[in-house]
């Protein structure tokens, strides 16, 4: 199903972009104008991890976010999608200082299911690959 409201997918788009946790992990989106083009976030604060690279907690909020912004065009206004399945494979350390570029693909959607890739990247260099199973739900009012 095809969401027939931009308006509403931005609104949307804004209200899970303004959690705290995404907002303490400085995502935002990478092209202002199309919040479901992809994510970008600095591994800087509490995405870095003792090591000194990039937590994977943090990453794993991200790629989940990235996930759902890009199945939000095919939600109609009453529903809603939660992950119930996210397996990820981190390939390469982010570095502080670094600014992660976390993008997702709607592989399919079912009346039900929704199924994702997400990617992390900086620059050329691939990060991270999560696979996301997200449920749709019905908005209860």
């Known amino acids: 199903m095809q969401h027939d409201d931009p308006a509403g997918v931005s609104g949307r788009a804004a209200r899970a972009l303004d959690i705290p946790l995404q907002h303490a992990l400085q995502a935002r989106p990478a092209d202002p104008s199309d919040p479901t083009a992809g994510l970008l976030f600095p591994v800087t ?8 690279t990039l937590h994977a907690g943090a990453l794993g909020a991200i ?54 890739t997400a990617t992390a990247t900086v620059g050329d260099r691939l990060v991270a690959r999560s696979q996301v199973t997200k449920s749709v739900i019905e908005i209860r009012a």
């Open 45 to 52: 604060g509490l995405a870095i991890n003792p090591g000194g």
């Open 63 to 116: 790629l989940e976010l990235a996930a759902f912004l890009a199945l939000l065009p095919e939600l109609a206004s009453t529903e809603h999608a939660v992950t119930h399945h996210i397996s990820t494979q981190i390939l390469s350390p982010g570095k502080e200082g670094e600014e992660v570029l976390v993008t997702a693909l709607l592989e399919r959607r079912t009346r039900r299911l929704g199924f994702l």
